[in-house]
């Protein structure tokens, strides 16, 4: 069993950053894929952006491509997201999840991840 807990949202003018933390801890973090998703309200949970756990490799959604950035910190069992250029619409709840699949390309499907955060709150101003 993982647990992850999201940290770092807050509330931030049109413009600005955050940089959104997810730590796990519970047992090995070696192998999972991670991954950031959010959901606004009245809205349906999104995909926002991916990484593997061997070769790091990304993925992101259309809608914050060149803005955001996921990256990862093995040995301390962490995922990060950097979030710069927030818009309005970049306002919602945040959350982390665990693809235990050790899949080389990470993916999209909510469905494809086992553990999930409670995530953190993000409201950009405008």
């Known amino acids: 069993q993982v647990q992850l807990a999201e940290s770092g949202g807050g509330l931030v003018q049109a413009g600005g950053s955050l940089r959104l933390s997810c730590a796990a801890s519970g047992r090995t973090f070696r192998g999972y894929a991670m991954g950031w998703f959010r959901q606004a309200p009245g809205k349906e949970r999104e995909f926002v952006a991916a990484?593997?756990?061997?070769?790091?490799?990304?993925l992101y959604a259309d809608s914050v491509k060149g803005r955001f950035t996921i990256s990862r910190d093995n040995a301390k069992n962490t995922v990060y997201l950097q979030m710069n250029s927030l818009k309005p619409e970049d306002t919602a709840l945040y959350y982390c999840a665990a693809d235990r699949s050790n899949t080389v390309l990470p993916r999209r499907g909510a469905n494809a991840y086992d553990y999930w955060g409670q995530g953190t709150q993000v409201t950009v101003s405008s």
């Open positions: 990484i593997s756990w061997s070769t790091g490799t990304t």
